[in-house]
């Protein structure tokens, strides 16, 4: 009996031997196995982030080619070349040398160096702009001795949204005591009440292309006086201007135009480009 029990012990010590060779093999497998479901899992969710990246890339890089802003300051005659470029890609338009010689030197407002360009000095350049007569042209209200034709201001200031018209007035906050300038965008304001508001003397307005143009062809708006538009050259918080955002752009020229472009020519309007603008000597260094 006893050789009999030994046998069964001698059989099961080998495979008891046996196991911890292919144990650790066994394991390995299973962590790999383990090891590889974890990166499967974290991959999916940064593909879907790659590719939401690349979209936004390509929204920039889009941008980026059209538009380089700086804030140095950029003469008058390489800011009129610059707004000749966009008139001349956007909507075909091009000025000949015989029709920009008599305009070249008057037609774009230089604004002031010593003074940044943002909302807060907004209303101390235009002033500066409009010389010794500032106070009549932006600041009288109705008189019986000198009548202005109602709805016809002599400064438009022309941004991307109603955000931005809003913000910008904020600016202008000091030559409008007497006489409020009107708003010109659509989000809120009917075109009644707008029209309503073009009754009485406006000297400034601040809007976007498309109620501007509509309020124009309406002849709700009149440009007899108008003597200068600004046109709000700050990017909006994804990076896109009045000349780069797809929509706005397109209604911006087709305003220009349509109500604009003749008198720029003729000499009796100018051309204000506020915020950081392209800086021609910063290009060619991108360009090398």
């Not at 030559?175 to 300038?181: E, F, G, N, S, V």
Request: net charge positive.
């Amino acid at each position: 009996m006893a050789t009999t029990e030994l046998k069964p012990s001698a059989v099961k010590n080998p495979k008891r031997n046996r196991r911890p060779s292919h144990g650790p093999k066994k394991d390995l497998k299973k962590k790999k196995t383990k090891i590889t479901k974890k990166t499967k899992k974290s991959k999916a969710p940064t593909f879907d982030k790659t590719i939401e990246k690349s979209r936004s890339n390509d929204q920039k890089t889009d941008n980026d080619d059209d538009e380089q802003l700086y804030s140095e300051p950029v003469s008058a005659s390489e800011q009129l070349n610059y707004f000749l470029n966009h008139l001349d890609s956007a909507i075909g338009i091009k000025v000949s040398s015989l029709e920009l010689e008599p305009i070249k030197d008057t037609c774009i407002v230089e604004l002031s160096q010593g003074l940044d360009q943002d909302v807060s000095n907004l209303g101390e350049h235009i002033k500066l702009s409009c010389g010794s007569s500032w106070r009549e042209t932006l600041c009288e209200g109705e008189s019986l001795e000198r009548k202005v034709e109602p709805g016809n201001p002599s400064v438009l200031v022309i941004s991307s949204s109603a955000l931005r018209s809003l913000e910008l007035l904020r600016g202008l906050h000091s030559l409008t005591k007497q006489c409020p300038a009107v708003k010109l965008f659509s989000k809120h304001l009917k075109v009644e009440e707008q029209v309503s508001l073009l009754k009485k003397r406006v000297n400034i307005g601040s809007g976007t292309p498309n109620r501007i143009k509509k309020l124009v062809d309406i002849e709700a708006l009149g440009l007899s006086r108008l003597d200068m538009i600004v046109i709000d050259m700050h990017p909006d918080v994804k990076g896109f201007s009045l000349f780069t955002l797809p929509q706005v752009r397109d209604e911006f020229w087709d305003l220009y135009k349509n109500c604009f472009h003749q008198r720029v020519l003729e000499g009796r309007l100018r051309i204000c480009m506020y915020g950081p603008k392209p800086s021609p000597n910063l290009k060619k260094k991108n360009k090398k």
